[in-house]
């Protein structure tokens, strides 16, 4: 079976990550999903999105990657970036807005596998999801 894949490239800004999530909504329709899938592919793929327009580009420029992948029941979504890298232990600073490390936690709960590999030369998320739909549409 070839994989049906998606692929999106757009400035680490939040008004460009909502439109990518967007994209993604649009790809997603071509499969059989329910909507607790659905939506817990876009809500853990837009925490990576979010995670890329706050915390990759502290100069403010940079790009996001937006990847999507089917390979028999599984969908694959993988948002990647070449900014700073995730720091082992990020310092808080007080009134700075952020979702204060929640988002990766949200990610791995609404996933059936992430991995994050991160360095100060970039981080890429993949999230793998094998819905009931997907099995049983064969």
């Not at 899938?37 to 999105?49: F, G, M, R, V």
Request: aromatic share 6%; charged share 25%.
């Amino acid at each position: 079976m070839v994989a049906s894949t998606f692929e999106e490239l757009a400035p680490a800004l939040p008004n460009e990550m909502a439109g990518l999530r967007r994209k993604l909504l649009h790809w997603l329709e071509s499969f059989p999903l329910d909507p607790d899938s659905k939506h817990d592919i876009t809500l853990a793929t837009y925490e990576a999105l979010a995670n890329v327009a706050a915390h990759a580009y502290p100069d403010g420029h940079g790009w996001a990657r937006l990847q999507g992948r089917r390979e028999g029941d599984a969908l694959t979504v993988t948002v990647t970036d070449i900014g700073c890298g995730i720091p082992a232990t990020r310092p808080r600073e007080a009134g700075l807005r952020t979702s204060g490390g929640r988002g990766l936690v949200l990610i791995d709960q609404v996933t059936d596998q992430s991995d994050i590999a991160t360095s100060e030369t970039g981080t890429t998320v993949r999230m793998t999801w094998r819905p009931p739909a997907l099995r049983d549409a064969g």
